[in-house]
C-alpha cells in the first residue's frame, strides 16, 4: 500500500478543498474528503451518480444522499472537534488501495479514521473510526445520520424518513420527480449503544489511559428497495474493496524512471480517473465526476475526448457503457435537433440522464450585480455531435470491437452526420460551411467557420460514409464532403480559429486581468474582456491538431503551436493536457513537460477557477486527471494502440528516463517498457 495524496495541518479555508482533493468514489457513489464532524456547511457529501431531481424551477442536479458518517465525540463534556480545539498533530491521506485515512491528536485523545467507497459492492460506503484515550475519560460518542443535506440548487426529497432498529439506522426517501431511494447503515461497536431520536446512536463510557473504541459502520445505499447489509462484515467488506481497486490500479499503472515527482502526481491522476468507472450501468461520468452537484451533474465532450481514451486503454469494458450512454440517449439528442429545427442528433451540451438538454441559457453571472449572463453554449457548441463519433472510431479502433456499430452506435454516428448536413449553410463559394458556432474557445461566441468544428465534424461525414448501410446516406454524404468548406493554413502555416479571428486585437493575457473590474468576471461572451481580443480560453486549434494529427503536418501544428500558445489562458482546466500533446509531438518536450505536470497537480493543488462569473464551478476535474495520461501515453509516448497492438514515437522530457506503462489488450494485462528508442519490452502481467 504506497501514499497517494497526504496533508498535514488543519485549515479552515482549505475544507472545500480538501473535499475534493480526498474523495473516495467507486463510479456509482462519491464520498468527499471531510471529517466526521463535519457537516452541511462544510458541505460533507454521499453523491449519488446518475440520479438527478429538480427542485421547484431551479435547475436539476443529482442527489446527495444523507451523510452516515457523523461522529460527534466529547471527552469530559468538552467537545472534541477541530473546529473546537486546536490539534496537536493533523494528517489526512489517501492510499492506493483507494482509502482515505485520517489522524489527529488531541490534548486528550487520538482520532483516527479509514473510509472508502467499496469497490467490490459500489452500493457500500464504508468507515472505521478509532478513538484513543491518553488519560482516564468520560467519553460520549454520537454517531448516525446527517439529515441536513448539502444542496445547491435542493431540497431533493420531499419525503424523508428515517428509523432505528438495533444498531441500525434507515431512511427511506422520494424525490421530487418520484425517485425512491434506500439508505441502511450498520453501526457496529463492542460497546452498547443507545437510541437517540430517529437518526442517532449513543456511545456513553468511562475509559482507561490507552484505551481505544472502534467503531465501524456499513452503509448501503439502494436505488431499488431496502436492503440492510449484513452486520458485523466490516472487514471483510473493507478487504473485499481493496483488493478490488487494487487489480483496477494494476491495469493502469504507469511508472516514470527518473522522476519520482511526476510519477507521484500522474499516480494521484489515475486514481482521480479511476475511481469514476463504472463496470455495472450505462450512466456516464459528469464534468465535476462524484464530487458534487456543479455544473449540474451533467456529462460534456470532457467524457469522450478524454475520459473515453482513458478507460479505453485500461479497461474497456467502462469506455463501451460511456458510448453506450449515447445510445441510451441518442432520442434526447434527436429531439433537441428537430426542436431548433435541424434533422439528426444534437447532442446535449450538458446531458443527464435522458439526454435533454439541461444548459440553462444563463451559465454565469456577472459577480459585482449578480445580474445573469446570457451565453450561448447549448445552442451553439455543435462540436459535441462530432466529438461522441470520433470516440466510437477510436474505441473501434483501439479495441478492435465492432459490435457496439449493431448496439446502436452505426445509428449515433449516421444520426450526427445528418445534423451536421442538416446545420451546414451553402455559402456563395459553392462550399458547405457551419456558421454561428462556439468551438472549445468559449469566449468568442457565435462565430463562423471554427477550424475545430468544421474538421471534426468533416470527420463524422466520413464516419459515417464508411459505417452506414444506407446508400441513399452514402450518398448525400459524398456529396457534401465534395463541398465542405475546411479553413486551410495560411502563408504562414497558421490556420485561423474562425472566420475574423486575425482581424481581432492584440492583447496579453495579463493586460486583460489587469483589467477586470471583478476577479471572477466571466472573459466571454457579449461584454467579456476577451471578446474583441485573440486571447483565447483554452486549446482550441491546438486541440484539433491533438485529435487529428494525421491531419496536419509537423511544421502545421509547429506553426501553430507557436501562434497560439501566447493567446491561451488555458482557462479551463481541459487546456493544458492538449499542448502537452501537441508540444511533445513537434519536440518542444521542455513545455510539453510543463503543461503536464499542470494538469496533473491540478486537484493535489487546488490551482483551478473556482467561479466562472459569480457562479461556483469547484469540484473534481476528472478530464484535466485523464488529460494527464493522454499527456504521456498519446504525448511523450506517440502511443497509438489498434487492435490491442501498440506502436510509439516517443518524446520523452528529459526528467524522465523511460516510462513503464501497462494497458489491458483483449483479456489480458500487458506492461511496456519504452525508452527514447523505443519499446524495450513488453510481457503480460495479468490475465482476466
Given at each position: 500500500m504506497k501514499t497517494l495524496l497526504t496533508k498535514k495541518g488543519w485549515n479552515q479555508n482549505d475544507i472545500i478543498q480538501d473535499g475534493n482533493s480526498f474523495l473516495v468514489a467507486n463510479g456509482h457513489l462519491g464520498y468527499r474528503g471531510t471529517l466526521e464532524e463535519y457537516?452541511?456547511?462544510?458541505?460533507?457529501?454521499?453523491?449519488?451518480?446518475?440520479?438527478?431531481?429538480?427542485?421547484?424551477?431551479?435547475?436539476?442536479?443529482?442527489i446527495v444522499m444523507p451523510n452516515p458518517f457523523l461522529l460527534l465525540v466529547e471527552a469530559d463534556g468538552k467537545p472534541i472537534q477541530v473546529f473546537k480545539e486546536?490539534?496537536?498533530?493533523?494528517?489526512?491521506?489517501?492510499?492506493?488501495d483507494g482509502v482515505f485515512h485520517r489522524r489527529t491528536e488531541f490534548k486528550d485523545i487520538m482520532i483516527e479514521s479509514e473510509r472508502t467507497a467499496s469497490h467490490a459492492d459500489d452500493r457500500l460506503v464504508l468507515e472505521r473510526f478509532r478513538l484513543i484515550a491518553k488519560k482516564r475519560l468520560a467519553i460520549t460518542v454520537l454517531m448516525g445520520m446527517d439529515p441536513e443535506i448539502a444542496e445547491?440548487?435542493?431540497?431533493?426529497?420531499?419525503?424523508?424518513?428515517?428509523?432505528i432498529q438495533d444498531n441500525r439506522i434507515r431512511f427511506a426517501g422520494e424525490t421530487n420527480e418520484g425517485k425512491k431511494l434506500f439508505e441502511s447503515a450498520v453501526y457496529e461497536c463492542a460497546e452498547n449503544l443507545e437510541s437517540v431520536g430517529k437518526t442517532r446512536l449513543k456511545l456513553s463510557k468511562i475509559v482507561e489511559k490507552g484505551e481505544i473504541l472502534t467503531i465501524s459502520v456499513t452503509s448501503l445505499i439502494s436505488e431499488t428497495e431496502p436492503f440492510d447489509p449484513v452486520?458485523?462484515?466490516?472487514?471483510?467488506?473493507?478487504?473485499?474493496?481493496?483488493?478490488?481497486?487494487?487489480?483496477?490500479?494494476?491495469?493502469?499503472?504507469?511508472?516514470?524512471?527518473?522522476?519520482a515527482a511526476a510519477e507521484a502526481d500522474l499516480r494521484y491522476s489515475i486514481y482521480q480517473s479511476l475511481i469514476l468507472g463504472d463496470r455495472e450501468r450505462t450512466r456516464c461520468i459528469s464534468g465535476r465526476g462524484l464530487s458534487g452537484q456543479t455544473y449540474k451533474g451533467a456529462v460534456f465532450w470532457d467524457t469522450e475526448i478524454f475520459l473515453l481514451p482513458f478507460f479505453t486503454l485500461v479497461d474497456p469494458r467502462v469506455a463501451r457503457n460511456l458510448i453506450l450512454y449515447r445510445v441510451k440517449t441518442l432520442s434526447g439528442a434527436m429531439a433537441k435537433a428537430e426542436g431548433l429545427g435541424y434533422k439528426g442528433a444534437f447532442y446535449a451540451w450538458e446531458s443527464q440522464d435522458d439526454g435533454s438538454e439541461q444548459c440553462s441559457k444563463y451559465n454565469v453571472t456577472d459577480p459585482e450585480t449578480g445580474e445573469p449572463v446570457r451565453t450561448y453554449f447549448g445552442e451553439k457548441q455543435i462540436h459535441i455531435s462530432a466529438d461522441i463519433p470520433y470516440a466510437i472510431e477510436k474505441y473501434i479502433e483501439q479495441t478492435g470491437d465492432k459490435s457496439i456499430l449493431d448496439e446502436g452506435a452505426r445509428e449515433v454516428i449516421e444520426e450526427c452526420a445528418r445534423f451536421f448536413m442538416s446545420r451546414a449553410e451553402l455559402g456563395e463559394d459553392g462550399l458547405y460551411h457551419l456558421n454561428d458556432v462556439i468551438g472549445p474557445d468559449e469566449y468568442h461566441e457565435g462565430v463562423d467557420d471554427n477550424a475545430f468544428t468544421a474538421y471534426m465534424a468533416e470527420e463524422t461525414l466520413r464516419f459515417a460514409l464508411n459505417r452506414t448501410n444506407d446508400e441513399d446516406l452514402r450518398q448525400e454524404i459524398a456529396r457534401y464532403l465534395d463541398h465542405w468548406y475546411l479553413p486551410k493554413p495560411n502563408a504562414d502555416g497558421v490556420i485561423e480559429q474562425f472566420?475574423?479571428?486575425f482581424a481581432k486585437k492584440d492583447s496579453t493575457i495579463e493586460e486583460l486581468r489587469s483589467s477586470l473590474h471583478h476577479p471572477n468576471e466571466y472573459w466571454g461572451g457579449?461584454?467579456?474582456?476577451?471578446?474583441p481580443t485573440k486571447i483565447i480560453k483554452q486549446a482550441d486549434v491546438i486541440a484539433l491538431m491533438a485529435l487529428l494529427p494525421h491531419r496536419f503536418s509537423i511544421e502545421t501544428q509547429m506553426a501553430n503551436y507557436e501562434y497560439y500558445a501566447p493567446q491561451t489562458e488555458h482557462g479551463s482546466s481541459l487546456s493544458d493536457s492538449m499542448y502537452a500533446i501537441?508540444?511533445?509531438r513537434i519536440g518542444k518536450t521542455k513545455e510539453a513537460y510543463e503543461h503536464f505536470r499542470k494538469t496533473a497537480s491540478i486537484d493535489i493543488r487546488g490551482a483551478s477557477k473556482q467561479f466562472a462569473g459569480g457562479v461556483y464551478i469547484g469540484g473534481t476535474h476528472p478530464a484535466a486527471n485523464a488529460g494527464t495520461v493522454l499527456a504521456v501515453t498519446q504525448g511523450f509516448l506517440g502511443l497509438q494502440m489498434h487492435g490491442g497492438?501498440?506502436?510509439?514515437?516517443?518524446?520523452?522530457?528529459?526528467?524522465?528516463?523511460?516510462?513503464?506503462?501497462?494497458?489491458?489488450?483483449?483479456?489480458?494485462?500487458?506492461?511496456?517498457?519504452?525508452?527514447?528508442?523505443?519499446?524495450?519490452?513488453?510481457?503480460?502481467?495479468?490475465?482476466?
Amino acid at each position: 500500500m504506497k501514499t497517494l495524496l497526504t496533508k498535514k495541518g488543519w485549515n479552515q479555508n482549505d475544507i472545500i478543498q480538501d473535499g475534493n482533493s480526498f474523495l473516495v468514489a467507486n463510479g456509482h457513489l462519491g464520498y468527499r474528503g471531510t471529517l466526521e464532524e463535519y457537516g452541511a456547511d462544510q458541505l460533507v457529501g454521499l453523491n449519488l451518480g446518475g440520479v438527478y431531481d429538480r427542485s421547484g424551477n431551479q435547475w436539476r442536479e443529482p442527489i446527495v444522499m444523507p451523510n452516515p458518517f457523523l461522529l460527534l465525540v466529547e471527552a469530559d463534556g468538552k467537545p472534541i472537534q477541530v473546529f473546537k480545539e486546536k490539534a496537536r498533530h493533523h494528517e489526512i491521506s489517501l492510499t492506493d488501495d483507494g482509502v482515505f485515512h485520517r489522524r489527529t491528536e488531541f490534548k486528550d485523545i487520538m482520532i483516527e479514521s479509514e473510509r472508502t467507497a467499496s469497490h467490490a459492492d459500489d452500493r457500500l460506503v464504508l468507515e472505521r473510526f478509532r478513538l484513543i484515550a491518553k488519560k482516564r475519560l468520560a467519553i460520549t460518542v454520537l454517531m448516525g445520520m446527517d439529515p441536513e443535506i448539502a444542496e445547491l440548487a435542493g431540497p431533493h426529497f420531499k419525503s424523508a424518513e428515517y428509523s432505528i432498529q438495533d444498531n441500525r439506522i434507515r431512511f427511506a426517501g422520494e424525490t421530487n420527480e418520484g425517485k425512491k431511494l434506500f439508505e441502511s447503515a450498520v453501526y457496529e461497536c463492542a460497546e452498547n449503544l443507545e437510541s437517540v431520536g430517529k437518526t442517532r446512536l449513543k456511545l456513553s463510557k468511562i475509559v482507561e489511559k490507552g484505551e481505544i473504541l472502534t467503531i465501524s459502520v456499513t452503509s448501503l445505499i439502494s436505488e431499488t428497495e431496502p436492503f440492510d447489509p449484513v452486520a458485523n462484515r466490516f472487514e471483510e467488506s473493507l478487504q473485499a474493496s481493496r483488493l478490488a481497486f487494487e487489480k483496477k490500479l494494476a491495469a493502469a499503472d504507469i511508472g516514470l524512471r527518473g522522476d519520482a515527482a511526476a510519477e507521484a502526481d500522474l499516480r494521484y491522476s489515475i486514481y482521480q480517473s479511476l475511481i469514476l468507472g463504472d463496470r455495472e450501468r450505462t450512466r456516464c461520468i459528469s464534468g465535476r465526476g462524484l464530487s458534487g452537484q456543479t455544473y449540474k451533474g451533467a456529462v460534456f465532450w470532457d467524457t469522450e475526448i478524454f475520459l473515453l481514451p482513458f478507460f479505453t486503454l485500461v479497461d474497456p469494458r467502462v469506455a463501451r457503457n460511456l458510448i453506450l450512454y449515447r445510445v441510451k440517449t441518442l432520442s434526447g439528442a434527436m429531439a433537441k435537433a428537430e426542436g431548433l429545427g435541424y434533422k439528426g442528433a444534437f447532442y446535449a451540451w450538458e446531458s443527464q440522464d435522458d439526454g435533454s438538454e439541461q444548459c440553462s441559457k444563463y451559465n454565469v453571472t456577472d459577480p459585482e450585480t449578480g445580474e445573469p449572463v446570457r451565453t450561448y453554449f447549448g445552442e451553439k457548441q455543435i462540436h459535441i455531435s462530432a466529438d461522441i463519433p470520433y470516440a466510437i472510431e477510436k474505441y473501434i479502433e483501439q479495441t478492435g470491437d465492432k459490435s457496439i456499430l449493431d448496439e446502436g452506435a452505426r445509428e449515433v454516428i449516421e444520426e450526427c452526420a445528418r445534423f451536421f448536413m442538416s446545420r451546414a449553410e451553402l455559402g456563395e463559394d459553392g462550399l458547405y460551411h457551419l456558421n454561428d458556432v462556439i468551438g472549445p474557445d468559449e469566449y468568442h461566441e457565435g462565430v463562423d467557420d471554427n477550424a475545430f468544428t468544421a474538421y471534426m465534424a468533416e470527420e463524422t461525414l466520413r464516419f459515417a460514409l464508411n459505417r452506414t448501410n444506407d446508400e441513399d446516406l452514402r450518398q448525400e454524404i459524398a456529396r457534401y464532403l465534395d463541398h465542405w468548406y475546411l479553413p486551410k493554413p495560411n502563408a504562414d502555416g497558421v490556420i485561423e480559429q474562425f472566420k475574423g479571428y486575425f482581424a481581432k486585437k492584440d492583447s496579453t493575457i495579463e493586460e486583460l486581468r489587469s483589467s477586470l473590474h471583478h476577479p471572477n468576471e466571466y472573459w466571454g461572451g457579449e461584454n467579456g474582456v476577451a471578446t474583441p481580443t485573440k486571447i483565447i480560453k483554452q486549446a482550441d486549434v491546438i486541440a484539433l491538431m491533438a485529435l487529428l494529427p494525421h491531419r496536419f503536418s509537423i511544421e502545421t501544428q509547429m506553426a501553430n503551436y507557436e501562434y497560439y500558445a501566447p493567446q491561451t489562458e488555458h482557462g479551463s482546466s481541459l487546456s493544458d493536457s492538449m499542448y502537452a500533446i501537441v508540444g511533445a509531438r513537434i519536440g518542444k518536450t521542455k513545455e510539453a513537460y510543463e503543461h503536464f505536470r499542470k494538469t496533473a497537480s491540478i486537484d493535489i493543488r487546488g490551482a483551478s477557477k473556482q467561479f466562472a462569473g459569480g457562479v461556483y464551478i469547484g469540484g473534481t476535474h476528472p478530464a484535466a486527471n485523464a488529460g494527464t495520461v493522454l499527456a504521456v501515453t498519446q504525448g511523450f509516448l506517440g502511443l497509438q494502440m489498434h487492435g490491442g497492438e501498440i506502436t510509439v514515437d516517443p518524446k520523452i522530457p528529459k526528467q524522465i528516463k523511460s516510462i513503464r506503462l501497462r494497458y489491458v489488450a483483449g483479456n489480458s494485462i500487458k506492461e511496456a517498457t519504452i525508452d527514447r528508442d523505443g519499446i524495450k519490452t513488453i510481457k503480460e502481467v495479468a490475465h482476466d
